[in-house]
């Protein structure tokens, strides 16, 4: 079974930085693309950034400049480094990772972890 854990959520400063990594295990072929998503509360999820297994890399308007997203193939794994962060960026983050499988590809989903932007 493929499964995701996300870590380094956490309590930060408005300017501070954080980095967020998120672990792929299991049988698979491949991982197409990863990606993370955000919720804030009583807002909807949206995209913050992905990248593809070829290293194209694709932000959302409000952390462009601010965000990095990278992975280690090696290590089946996806960072999200947040720099500049402000209060708006508080919401539980969510990686998902889009997995080969023999026949198709699949989305699958971390459980989150908690980004708190506050002075």
């Known amino acids: 079974q493929v499964q995701l854990v996300e870590s380094g959520g956490g309590l930060v400063q408005p300017g501070g930085s954080l980095r967020l990594s998120c672990a792929v295990s299991?049988?698979?072929?491949?991982?197409?693309?990863m990606g993370w998503y955000r919720q804030a509360p009583e807002k909807e999820r949206e995209l913050v950034a992905t990248?593809?297994?070829?290293?194209?890399?694709n932000y959302a308007d409000s952390v462009k400049g601010r965000f990095a997203i990278s992975k280690d193939n090696a290590k089946n794994t996806v960072y999200l480094q947040m720099n500049s962060l402000k209060p708006e960026d508080t919401a539980v983050y969510y990686c998902?990772?889009?997995?080969?499988?023999?026949?198709?590809?699949?989305?699958?989903w971390g459980k989150g972890t908690l980004v708190t932007v506050s002075s």
């Open positions: 998902v990772a889009d997995i080969q499988g023999e026949l198709y590809h699949v989305h699958f």
């Open positions: 990248i593809t297994s070829g290293g194209s890399t």
């Open positions: 299991g049988s698979f072929l491949r991982i197409n693309a």
